[in-house]
């Protein structure tokens, strides 16, 4: 069994930062794919990003060159660093973990781009 913590989130100005990290539980984490997805009021919840256990990213196209995904075995943690943050950005944003048919996610964090 695997839980997932995330934290880091807060309220930001446009044209801010902020990390966000995400904590694993369990001896597995190596193996997941990791992932970032967000979900703003009346959307869907949609993917930011993803590291696989190879360490290969991918990026949803509104976020390329604002964001970055990185992870640290050693900790069981995975990050998404994000820039130039955009009102647009603002949702909570939830951390998964996947690996085969294991699916895991986060309880998620809030994260609000306001002046």
């Known amino acids: 069994q695997v839980q997932l913590v995330e934290s880091g989130g807060g309220l930001v100005q446009p044209g801010g930062s902020l990390r966000l990290s995400c904590a694993a539980s369990?001896?597995?984490?190596?193996?997941?794919?990791m992932g970032w997805y967000r979900q703003a009021p009346g959307k869907e919840r949609e993917l930011v990003a993803t590291?696989?256990?190879?360490?290969?990213?991918n990026y949803a196209d509104s976020v390329k060159g604002r964001f970055t995904i990185s992870r640290e075995n050693a900790k069981n943690t995975v990050f998404l660093q994000m820039n130039s943050l955009k009102p647009e950005d603002t949702a909570v944003y939830y951390c998964?973990?996947?690996?085969?048919?294991?699916?895991?996610w986060g309880q998620g964090t809030q994260v609000t781009v306001s002046s």
């Open positions: 590291i696989s256990s190879a360490y290969s990213t």
């Open positions: 998964n973990g996947k690996y085969q048919y294991l699916d895991y």
């Open positions: 369990g001896r597995i984490f190596s193996l997941l794919t």
